[in-house]
C-alpha cells in the first residue's frame, strides 16, 4: 500500500496529540498515525473522530479530533472527554495480548501474509475463536518463548 498524502489538517491532528499522549497507549506509532488507526492500527481510510460530540458543541479542532478507522470510530466513545477517549484507546489496542499480540502487531502480521485482518480480528474476538487459536497455537514453535505475530495471524486465519 503506498503512504496516502496526509492533509495538514490530518498532520494537524498527529502534532497537538503526538507531544501529548505516548505513543505505547496507541495501536500505531506516531510516525504513521496519519496512515493507520490510532486504536486497531489497521492501515485503512481515517475517519476524524469528534472527542466531545459535534452534536455537543464538540469543534473540529486538533484538540478535539482523534484518527480511526470507521470500525473503531462507531465503538469509539461519544462523550466529552479526552481522557475517556485515550484510555478507551489504550484498552482497547491491548484486547488480543491474551493470545501474544497486539492489534498492531497483528494487522502488521496478516498485511504481510496476505491474511484478511478482518477474519482474524472475528476470531480472536469470541470465546470459542480466542480457543481454537490457542490450540491451533499449541501446535506452533515459539521462538524460544515467544509467538511471533505471524505465528498468531496463520492460528486465527486457519
Ligand atoms: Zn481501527
Not at 15 to 20: N, T
Not at 23 to 46: H, Q, S
Not at 73 to 94: C, G, K, L, Q
Not at 125 to 151: I, M, W
Request: net charge neutral; proline share 6%.
Amino acid at each position: 500500500m503506498g503512504k496516502r498524502k496526509a492533509t495538514p489538517e490530518v498532520e494537524g491532528i498527529v502534532a497537538y496529540w503526538s507531544v501529548r499522549i505516548p505513543e505505547t497507549d496507541l495501536g500505531t506509532d506516531w510516525d504513521e498515525a496519519t496512515i493507520r488507526c490510532w486504536c486497531c492500527g489497521r492501515p485503512r481510510k481515517l475517519q476524524k473522530c469528534h472527542i466531545t460530540p459535534h452534536a455537543q458543541g464538540g469543534p473540529a479542532t486538533p484538540d478535539n479530533l482523534v484518527l480511526l478507522c470507521s470500525h473503531c470510530h462507531e465503538d469509539a466513545p461519544d462523550v466529552p472527554n479526552a481522557d475517556a477517549m485515550f484510555a478507551w484507546i489504550r484498552t482497547s489496542r491491548h484486547e488480543f495480548y491474551d493470545i501474544g499480540t497486539s492489534l498492531k502487531a497483528l494487522a502488521r502480521a496478516c498485511a504481510d501474509l496476505g491474511a484478511d485482518f478482518e477474519v482474524a480480528y472475528v476470531a480472536a474476538s469470541t470465546p470459542e475463536g480466542r480457543a481454537k487459536v490457542k490450540e491451533r497455537l499449541a501446535q506452533c514453535g515459539t521462538h524460544g518463548g515467544r509467538l511471533s505475530a505471524s505465528t498468531v495471524a496463520w492460528a486465527l486465519v486457519g
